[in-house]
């Protein structure tokens, strides 16, 4: 397949930024509820998105400095 001009891997444009994936509806109601100090479980079954998700929200919203 390689041989004949196919191309492997991800298609271009794909992936999204952390910007993007921070301005997403469901990123912005993970971050407005660990704003009131919910845990972790508290805030993604408010928010309708695994605790995993609501992990990976928290670490790149401190990492852009929107929460503390």
Do not use: C, D
């Not at 492997?8 to 993007?20: A, D, Q």
């Amino acid at each position: 397949y390689r041989q004949n001009g196919g191309l492997l891997g991800r298609p271009t444009g794909s992936n999204e930024s952390e910007k993007e994936f921070l301005q997403k509806e469901k990123s912005q109601k993970v971050i407005k509820s660990l704003k009131k100090g919910l845990t972790i479980r508290e805030t993604a079954k408010v928010a309708g998105v695994s605790t995993r998700t609501t992990m990976k929200i928290k670490k790149t919203a401190i990492k852009h400095g929107i929460l503390e």
